[in-house]
C-alpha cells in the first residue's frame, strides 16, 4: 500500500511564478517529511525537511508547509526557474530509519 | 568528489547469474541504506547499516539479496540467481548520525536482467 502518494505526475509553470507540489500520506506515525529533486541519470538530491511539530520551513527559494490535521505535505517554488525542471519526490519517516517514498512530480518550468 | 558513488552504474546480466553492486558513502557518514527504484515509482527501502551492523531490512529483499558492510565503510549488495523481476535502479544513499532522515543518494546502479 503506498503510505505516501503524490497525485500529480506533471506540473507545468512559467519561469518567474510559484511551483507547488503536493503530498498526500497515511501513516500519523511519519515524524520526518522530505522534499527530494531528481535529474535523470543521477540519484535524489536531498532539498528541505520538516519535523512533525512544525508547520513550515523555508530555505532560500523554497517553502515547505505541513498540515497535519489533513495529513498534506507542500512544497512552494518561489520563483520559479528553469533549472528547477526535474522530478520531485516527497518522502517521509515513519519513527525508524527508513524513508517511504511517493512516485514523483515532474516539473517543468518553461522559460 | 565527496558525494555516495556507486559503481557499476549500469549492469547487464542473464537470468539466474549473481551480481554485485558497491557503494562508497560520504567518509564522515556512519549510516548507508539501499533502495531499489522500478519505473515510475519512488525508491523502496531495502536495508539499513549503522557503521558494520545490518540493523534493518525491508520484506523487499528476499533471501537471493545479501547486503554487507565489513569495515564500516564501503557497502556491497549481492544479488543471487536473478530473475527479471530484479531489473530496476538499485540506489545507495548515506547520512549522519545526527541527522539519520536526511539521506544524500549516490547516482544508482542500474540493473537489466534479460
Known amino acids: 500500500d503506498q503510505q505516501v502518494k503524490q497525485n500529480s505526475p506533471s506540473l507545468s509553470v512559467q519561469e518567474g511564478r510559484i511551483s507547488i507540489l503536493n503530498c498526500d500520506y497515511t501513516?500519523?506515525?511519519?515524524?520526518?517529511f522530505l522534499w527530494y529533486k531528481k535529474y535523470p541519470a543521477e540519484g535524489p538530491t536531498f532539498l528541505i525537511s520538516?519535523?512533525?511539530?512544525?508547520d513550515k520551513n523555508e530555505d532560500g527559494r523554497f517553502t515547505v508547509f505541513l498540515n497535519k490535521s489533513a495529513k498534506h505535505l507542500s512544497l512552494h517554488i518561489v520563483p520559479s526557474q528553469p533549472g528547477d525542471s526535474a522530478v520531485y519526490f516527497c518522502?517521509?519517516?515513519?519513527?525508524?530509519?527508513?524513508?517511504?517514498f511517493g512516485t514523483g512530480t515532474r516539473l517543468t518550468v518553461i522559460p | 568528489d565527496t558525494g555516495v558513488s556507486q559503481n557499476p552504474r549500469h549492469k547487464i546480466t542473464k537470468r539466474g547469474q549473481n551480481v554485485t553492486f558497491r557503494c562508497d558513502p560520504i567518509?564522515?557518514?556512519?549510516?548507508l541504506y539501499w533502495y531499489r527504484q522500478t519505473l515510475g515509482q519512488g525508491p523502496e527501502f531495502l536495508t539499513y547499516?549503522?557503521?558494520?551492523?545490518?540493523?534493518?531490512k525491508s520484506r523487499l529483499l528476499s533471501d537471493r539479496f545479501s547486503a554487507e558492510r565489513p569495515k564500516g565503510s564501503f557497502s556491497t549488495l549481492e544479488i543471487q540467481r536473478t530473475e527479471q523481476g530484479d531489473s530496476a535502479m538499485y540506489l545507495c544513499?548515506?547520512?549522519?548520525?545526527?541527522?539519520?532522515?536526511?539521506?544524500?543518494f549516490g547516482p544508482g546502479t542500474r540493473l537489466t536482467v534479460t
Open positions: 520538516i519535523s512533525s511539530i512544525k
Open positions: 518522502a517521509a519517516r515513519p519513527g525508524a530509519n527508513n524513508l517511504f
Open positions: 567518509s564522515e557518514h556512519n549510516r
Open positions: 544513499a548515506s547520512s549522519t548520525r545526527n541527522k539519520p532522515f536526511e539521506q544524500y
Open positions: 547499516f549503522q557503521n558494520e551492523a545490518q540493523l534493518e
Open positions: 501513516n500519523s506515525m511519519f515524524d520526518y
